[in-house]
């Protein structure tokens, strides 16, 4: 198994991709430490999905400092160090135009988006650099590169998650730490179905997943399955050269618009 013996560390561990990325890596052996805000959640999932060793959960809230440190030393206090970090919670924008903002929405999802994951850069650069070994995968978004009217507040959280990344893959490529991001396009979620089926509830699930048309040159949605190979891959010593990447699992989207 490629991963025994190796820890990851995954926020926002409890949704859809979080979820998919925890149970490829449990597949390949590793150790899960497993944060999210929502610890119902974080708890039905690793039931439901089986995950009944080698797992530690974590909830936390990703924007606090010393939640953000806790959990980082809780993970090397059970597993003893962190290999790789998926670096992940976020959440969507309110689809407003920037003159219509809701300010305090802005706030908090800048405060997620953004801070959450400088946090969580800050204390597993350290961990790592104290190991001398470490990969870090951020998500970002394929609307962090490609922008569209009404989307400023999330777009914006996901370009600085770009900036991050490539700004943390240069400081750490010393310390043999790679960091990259990952850009998913439109993922295969419930929250999705659920938007799709409020116009018409008759649609099934792969109607649905073609339903994005032309946008998606491969002609359908992502299935979260999809992103964690990506995911590891990066962590993998397969990507021992690649570092400050923007990796797209986006059906070609990006390609397609610029
Ligand atoms: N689903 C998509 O189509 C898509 C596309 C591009 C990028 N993304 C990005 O992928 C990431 C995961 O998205 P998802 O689709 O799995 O979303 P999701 O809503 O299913 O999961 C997000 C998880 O993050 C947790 N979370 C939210 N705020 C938190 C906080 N303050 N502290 C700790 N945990 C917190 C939530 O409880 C939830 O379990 C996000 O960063 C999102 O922006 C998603």
């Not at 440190?69 to 919670?89: I, L, P, Q, S």
């Not at 908090?108 to 946090?119: E, R, W």
Request: aromatic share 6%; glycine share 8%; hydrophobic share 40%.
């Amino acid at each position: 198994m490629r991963f025994s013996g190796k820890t990851i560390i995954i926020t926002g561990a409890a949704g859809t991709i979080g979820k998919a990325v925890a149970n490829a890596f449990y597949q390949e052996g590793a150790n899960l430490a497993l944060v999210d805000c929502n610890k119902e959640a974080l708890e039905r999932v690793c039931r439901e999905e089986g995950w009944n060793e080698r797992t530690l959960l974590l909830p936390s809230d990703v924007t606090d400092e010393k939640q953000v440190e806790e959990y980082v030393a809780k993970t090397v206090e059970r597993f003893g160090a962190v290999d790789a970090f998926f670096n992940n919670a976020g959440i969507t924008g309110n689809r407003k135009t920037i003159a219509e903002f809701d300010i305090e929405h802005f706030r908090k999802l800048m405060d997620i988006n953004v801070t959450g994951i400088a946090l969580g850069l800050k204390y597993v650069l350290q961990q790592m650099y104290r190991q001398g070994s470490g990969s870090v995968i951020n998500t970002s978004s394929q609307k962090g590169k490609v922008f569209a009217k009404g989307s400023a507040d999330y777009a914006a959280s996901k370009s600085a998650v770009i900036t991050l990344t490539k700004i943390a893959a240069m400081e750490s490529a010393e310390k043999n730490v790679r960091v990259n991001c990952i850009m998913p396009g439109i993922v295969h979620s419930k929250m999705l179905v659920d938007v799709k089926r409020k116009g018409n509830p008759d649609l099934s699930v792969e109607e649905i997943g073609r339903s994005f048309g032309d946008s998606i040159p491969i002609g359908r949605w992502c299935e979260p399955e999809e992103l964690a190979k990506a995911v590891m891959f990066l962590a993998s010593d397969d990507a021992s050269y690649i570092t400050g990447a923007e990796l797209h699992i986006d059906g070609g989207m990006t390609a397609n618009s610029l």
